[in-house]
């Protein structure tokens, strides 16, 4: 079972700030996803900025979303000391 999406903040340049419950954070870049089905919908920054947490992972209200495994395991994690 992979963690829950917390927290999301979408960026300018099509990457999400990403806040899992477990307390790891990343950065998803979705660029290379945006000329690909469901995703083409979301590649107007309007639309983009309009994701939201829906229950264990993320979503667009344009039907666009992520399964919480690609999520986690795409993201780019930081770490913090």
Known sequence: MYPSVSKVVPSEDFTLSIVFDNGEEGILDM?????FGVFQKIREYEQFK???ISFDTIEW???ADL???FVYTKCKMSTHT
């Open 61 to 63: 209200e344009t039907g």
């Open 31 to 35: 660029k290379p996803h945006l000329n």
């Open 67 to 69: 399964d919480p495994e």
């Open 50 to 52: 309009r994701v939201r």
